[in-house]
Structure formats: structure tokens, C-alpha cells
């Protein structure tokens, strides 16, 4: 059949027309599903709204971060800290900005301090050590039988020959690092020792950090005996201004932008003592026969370290067993008689 030029014409025409009106029929349905779509989620975000819900605009959110005013007189165990020299304060205000800034882990430290200060203070004042020493020991483990990437171990961060150097029993069974009373008795002794060494409670803390023989090395060398005045690797440079900085905050939280409610400090633990004689074959039957589980025998006992304890002849352990609002598990909970 031939096709003619008028012909060829009418069906590029109807062609064309079918295209234009499929092009239509999907702009109608897919207008159609968007207003669907969109009637759907106004109904939704006025039900999640209400009718009567406020708004606060970014600018009304107190977004900015505020500068920190300097305390006009710092000391350190009774000696003065030298707020005069630049460097001093731009130091002190660098560690007192980050621990500001440091939210949840600073609220968190400041929260303990109720539970642990009356620990560590009676310590250090019947072995004579000042009591700005606790600082020391929030920067070393957050108030927590911390363990560090090079095995040093609990709140003040001993390592094992360390530790045994100052008295503390450290073997499978048992490690005093993790009581947290013998090794603040252990701390006492090595930082009155550096203070014999050095008669400055400040390079004590110093030395606390990068060791004795850096200390008296570095005094020897550059002709210098204040820390303020001594090139110090980076750590140590920083370490006796991070103690300060949380004494400046610890002392006055809500300067520092630290509100906690009177009940949110962390009380301290409510515990009797049990003292052992004999070994212990198994510790989970010992923590049954004492009303608790072997879970909680060992949070308030972390310096047991097995599942037994040996007792060797004249030898003895105290071991502590919650009591009160402490001594609560899950077992007793559910076992108490409903109202």
C-alpha cells in the first residue's frame, strides 16, 4: 500500500496526541498521590502538635558558649599558685574551659565526689597528706577502679610492681589496687615520700604523673625547682593545672554551669563488715550465706579478683556486705509482698 505525505502527516498528529495525553494522565495522578500524601502528614503534624503547642525559635534557645571568669587567688595544699605569669593562667583557663565543656563526664565526677570525698579525706588526714590531694585522684580515674592501657589500675592508678613497692597484695586471687582504702593509704606513702624529696607539695603531684626521676632530672638540668618554671613533656605540663581546674569547679559547680538536684548526688555505700579468718573455696555459696550474690559481693569488693579467697595462717580479710538501700537485688524485689 503506498502512504501518502498527507497520511504520513496524520499519524505523526495522533501519535503525538497520545503521548500528550498519557504525559496528562500521570501529571493528574501523580498531583493526586502528592496531595494525598501531603493531607496525611498535615493530619499527622497537627495531631502530633495540638492546637495549642508553643514554639521557641533558635534565637531564643540559649545556645552560646560562655567564656569562664579565672579565680583572682588559687592554691595547691597551702602554696600559692602564681596567677601573674600569662602562661599560668592561659593553662589553668584552658583545663577549667574543656572540664566546663565536658558535660556528661564532668556532672557525672562531680556527682561521685559526695560518694567518695568521705572516703578519701579521713584517709588522707590520719596520714598526713593534704586534702587537695582528692583532685588528684579525679583526674586519675573519674573517681573509678579505672584501668588504663598501660595495666595501671584504680582510683589513683598504680601499677602492679608499683603498688607492691608501697604494700598493696596483688596476686590471682586478690589485687588491693581495687580497694579503693588501701590504695589511698598506698598513695599517701609514695606522695609523702616525693614530698621529702622535693619540698613542694606541686612537684609531688608532678612527679605523681611522670615520675620521680623526671622531676630531679629535670630540676638538674634546667637550674629550675618550681613546676610553673620547669619544660615538662605535654601530660605532665598539663597535669597539676587539670587538678587545679577541677578544684576551682568542685568548689563552686554552678559558676562553672553545673546545676544538680539535692537528690542526684551519689550517696555514699551503706555497708557492714565481715571479717575472714579461713579460706573461702567458693565465694558465690559465701555472698548466698550473707543475704546477697556474688554480683554484688564483688561491686562493693572489687579487690576479689577469683571466685575463691585463700587465707593463709594469721592472716585475715574484711570484707564489706551492703546493707540497706544497698543490699536491694532484683531476686529480694521480686520476692517482697505487694501492697
Known amino acids: ?38 493531607q496525611s502528614n498535615d493530619e499527622q503534624l497537627e495531631e502530633y502538635e495540638g492546637t ?74 590520719k596520714n598526713g597528706l593534704p586534702e587537695d590531694f582528692k583532685y588528684l585522684a579525679m583526674i586519675e580515674s573519674e573517681l573509678t577502679n579505672a584501668v588504663s592501657p598501660s595495666k595501671a589500675v584504680g582510683f589513683w592508678q598504680f601499677l602492679e610492681s608499683t603498688g607492691k613497692e608501697y604494700g598493696l597484695e596483688i596476686n590471682k586471687e586478690v589485687d588491693m589496687r581495687y580497694n579503693v582504702e588501701k590504695e589511698t593509704v598506698a ?88 571479717t575472714v579468718v579461713q579460706s573461702i573455696p567458693d565465694l558465690v555459696d559465701f555472698a548466698y550465706r550473707e543475704g546477697t550474690n556474688i554480683k554484688m559481693l564483688k561491686y562493693f569488693n572489687p579487690w576479689l579478683r577469683s571466685n575463691s579467697l585463700t587465707v593463709s595462717a594469721g592472716n585475715s580479710y574484711d570484707i564489706k556486705i551492703p546493707k540497706g538501700k544497698f543490699a536491694k537485688t532484683h531476686k529480694k524485689m521480686r520476692k517482697a509482698p505487694t501492697e
Open 187 to 274: 598513695a599517701c606513702k609514695y606522695l609523702k615520700a616525693s614530698y621529702r624529696k622535693f619540698g613542694s607539695w606541686t612537684l609531688a603531684a608532678a612527679a605523681f604523673n611522670c615520675g620521680n626521676g623526671r622531676i630531679t632530672k629535670t630540676t638538674d638540668e634546667q637550674r629550675v625547682d618550681s613546676y610553673y618554671d620547669m619544660l615538662l613533656p605535654e601530660e605532665t605540663q598539663r597535669y597539676v593545672f587539670r587538678i587545679l581546674a577541677l578544684k576551682v569547679i568542685t568548689e563552686n559547680p554552678e559558676k562553672y554551669g553545673f546545676q544538680i538536684r539535692d537528690n542526684g548526688w551519689y550517696r555514699p555505700y551503706e555497708t557492714k563488715t565481715v
Open 52 to 125: 495549642d503547642r508553643e514554639y521557641l525559635t533558635f534565637d531564643q534557645i540559649d545556645h552560646i558558649t560562655h567564656d569562664i571568669e579565672l579565680p583572682e587567688h588559687l592554691s595547691f595544699c597551702g602554696e600559692e599558685v602564681p596567677l601573674d605569669l600569662f602562661y599560668v593562667q592561659e593553662r589553668l583557663e584552658r583545663e577549667i574551659l574543656v572540664n566546663s565543656y565536658r558535660h556528661s563526664a564532668t556532672i557525672l565526677l562531680l556527682k561521685r565526689t559526695t560518694r567518695w570525698f568521705p572516703v578519701l579525706e579521713p584517709i588522707m588526714q
Open 1 to 38: 500500500m503506498k502512504i501518502t505525505n498527507r497520511h504520513r502527516t496524520n499519524m505523526r498528529t495522533r501519535n503525538l496526541l497520545l503521548a500528550c495525553g498519557m504525559a496528562i494522565i500521570l501529571i493528574g495522578v501523580t498531583a493526586a498521590v502528592s496531595f494525598s500524601l501531603a
